[in-house]
């Protein structure tokens, strides 16, 4: 039984305490995200990468370690992970160099992973993160290497047999391996969360993290207060206590999930006098805890070499400034763009830059717009109606085209934001052109100050009272504004029918 532990998040220095018996402890992580590559071959063969595809249907002599099969690099692969790592603001090695990394899994057909170990392809950066609450903070990037992923067991078809279905094994990874600079479940999430917004703007990985396409191996560990800022300042990790990894956690809530876990775990186990084993453990989603896998390898255990049938990869800087010279706006650029030229809130620019199509949806209904009505019609009414529906932007039934017709229909007056409301229902059941949908069904706001005048003199006469009362007490006029929509079927413009309302009551 765990003991009973209270958590909570030191908003200034966001850091995750948990209150012990015999005093305070802290959380330390580092993640390693194994993304995978976005292309159409795998990394040293031409076999298809297609998710979905029947068992054993996308491999090739190579992936099944057929004898005297030779791997060939995929120069489409290598091109990803060095765009990868400029997005990361890191260092890209011109000279890397993959090795074997030897251990037996039953769908690992080669009793062995190219890997790199001593010479990665991408060396230290770092990516900013954003929190819930708006604030920032900066995670280091240690690495990123490529290597090949292994099949998959299914042990589910048959109580007595395990099958294997090696349409992944070959499939380019990169696993990005961070500093252990994450202090709390919710920053680990952010982290992750913000790396799979980089990899789809660049457009390397899907993130898809259902499909298997990211996955998270997280290690935890725990330590005394001050103990971490020993660590900053010395760099030696004797300062922090011994770490567990929790391997390929595919969700952001499944990650927050295990690291609280196993956090309470190690506490108790140290409050009641023992040691933390370090170990690799599975995260239990349906019972909420992680389970022990086996003991942690060091790097000895795996005899790493190098491979002996590929060539260091070696990169001429020419390679890697064409591909740095076609980067996309990354996130961070593309928010900070949104605040300073077309001046949104923080919060606007946020939500907007912090998924690729929800970005390329909004500059689509901008152009030629006034951008904080965009902003407030994509973030407002079409997000909303989405998550009602439990619908993703790339499902909207409404076009980023025809909501931008709606929003300049709002900006030129032709009709007024509630009968814009009006028409974005239509369009969403209808489809249509919602220029053509105000013409055909009379839907244009009225701006004829004279017709307005007219029902609003009719409105007075007829109700004396209530126009003395507005003397009075100015608030009452909302009255008479609802009086005028409603005998003009919601057409008119109200900021002509409040200015003439004000001139004739309260003068």
Request: proline residues 4%.
């Amino acid at each position: 039984m765990l003991v009973e532990i209270e958590k909570t998040a030191m908003s200034s220095e966001h850091t995750y305490v948990i209150n012990g018996a015999t005093g305070d402890w802290e959380i330390v992580m580092g993640l390693e995200v194994h993304a995978q590559v976005k292309s159409n071959a795998k990394l040293f063969s031409g076999a298809a990468t297609a998710f979905g595809a029947e068992p054993n249907t996308q491999v090739s002599l190579v992936d099944a370690a057929m004898p005297g099969m030779l791997p060939v690099i995929n120069e489409a692969c290598v091109a990803q992970a060095v765009r990868t790592g400029l997005g990361l603001n890191a260092q890209i090695n011109n000279f890397s160099r993959f090795d074997r990394k030897n251990y037996f899994y039953p769908d690992l057909p080669q009793g062995y992973q190219i890997s790199q170990f001593a010479h990665p392809i991408v060396g230290e950066g770092e990516i900013e993160c954003e929190r819930d609450d708006g604030s920032l903070f900066t995670v280091g990037i240690e690495r990123l290497h490529l290597e090949q992923d292994a099949g998959k067991s299914i042990h589910d078809l048959d109580p007595n047999a395990t099958y294997v279905d090696l349409n992944r094994s070959g499939v380019a990874l990169m696993e990005i391996v961070s500093r252990p600079h994450l202090r709390t479940p919710a920053d680990a999430a952010a982290y992750v969360r913000t790396l799979r917004t980089i990899l789809r703007y660049l457009d390397t990985c899907g993130g898809d993290m259902e499909k298997g396409q990211m996955r998270a191996d997280v290690n935890v560990s725990v330590c005394r207060p001050g103990q971490y800022e020993k660590f900053i300042l010395t760099g030696s990790f004797e300062h922090l206590g011994t770490r567990c990894e929790i391997k390929n956690v595919n969700s952001l809530r499944f990650i927050m999930q295990a690291i609280e876990y196993e956090a309470r775990r190690q506490v108790d186990i140290l409050e009641e006098g023992g040691t933390i084993d370090q170990e690799t453990r599975l995260f239990d989603a349906n019972a909420g805890v992680t389970r022990s896998m086996r003991s942690k390898e060091e790097a000895h255990d795996y005899r790493y070499f190098p491979d002996p049938d590929l060539l260091p990869l070696v990169l001429e800087q020419s390679f890697i400034d064409d591909l740095k010279a076609n980067l996309p706006e990354l996130p961070a650029d593309k928010r900070k763009r949104f605040v300073e030229e077309l001046g949104l809130s923080e919060y606007d620019a946020s939500v907007l830059a912090a998924d690729k199509d929800r970005a390329d949806y909004f500059e689509k209904v901008l152009e030629g717009r006034d951008p904080k009505l965009a902003a407030n019609w994509v973030n407002n009414e079409l997000f909303g109606r989405l998550n009602k529906e439990g619908l993703g932007i790339t499902e909207s039934p409404i076009s980023p085209e025809q909501l931008g017709g709606i929003v300049s229909l709002i900006s030129d007056k032709t009709i007024s934001g509630k009968i814009a409301k009006d028409v974005f229902e239509i369009v969403w059941a209808e489809g249509g052109d919602p220029a053509k949908i105000v013409d055909d069904r009379g839907m244009k706001q009225v701006t004829d100050t004279g017709a307005i005048e007219k029902v609003i003199d009719d409105l007075i006469a007829a109700n004396p009272e209530q126009a003395e009362k507005v003397k009075d007490k100015p608030k009452t006029m909302g009255w008479f504004v609802g009086q005028v929509m409603k005998a003009m079927g919601g057409k008119a413009n109200p900021q002509a029918v409040n200015e003439i309302l004000a001139k004739k009551l309260l003068g």
